[in-house]
Nanobody, 115 residues
Framework: QVHLVESGGGLVQAGGSLRLSCAASGSSFTINGMGWYRQAPGQQRELVASISRGGNTNYADSVKGRFTISRDNVKGTVYLQMNSLKPEDTAVYYC?????????WGQGTQVTVSS
């Protein structure tokens, strides 16, 4: 079992920055890929960014050049640095981890970007 806890969401003006963190506990040593998804009201959950255990990254086109994902394998933590935020980035952001082929999810953290 892996337990994920996100932090760092909040309210920010357009153009501002936020940093999300997600700490894994439990059987975190089994985790391979980690990532961030988001879900806006009335929308499907979508991938924002992902990172492999070796550090290979993947980003949604909408966030390329603005968001940066990173991880600390020793701490079992993944981060999402979000710069130049836009109102359309407003959503609940969820941390995701894949451990032994099984997906784990955090409880989500709200990010609201005002115009």
């Amino acid at each position: 079992q892996v337990h994920l806890v996100e932090s760092g969401g909040g309210l920010v003006q357009a153009g501002g920055s936020l940093r999300l963190s997600c700490a894994a506990s439990g059987s975190s040593f089994t985790i391979n890929g980690m990532g961030w998804y988001r879900q806006a009201p009335g929308q499907q959950r979508e991938l924002v960014a992902s990172i492999s255990r070796g550090g290979n990254t993947n980003y949604a086109d909408s966030v390329k050049g603005r968001f940066t994902i990173s991880r600390d394998n020793v701490k079992g933590t993944v981060y999402l640095q979000m710069n130049s935020l836009k109102p359309e980035d407003t959503a609940v952001y969820y941390c995701n981890a894949i451990g032994l082929g099984y997906p784990y999810w955090g409880q989500g953290t709200q990010v609201t970007v005002s115009s």
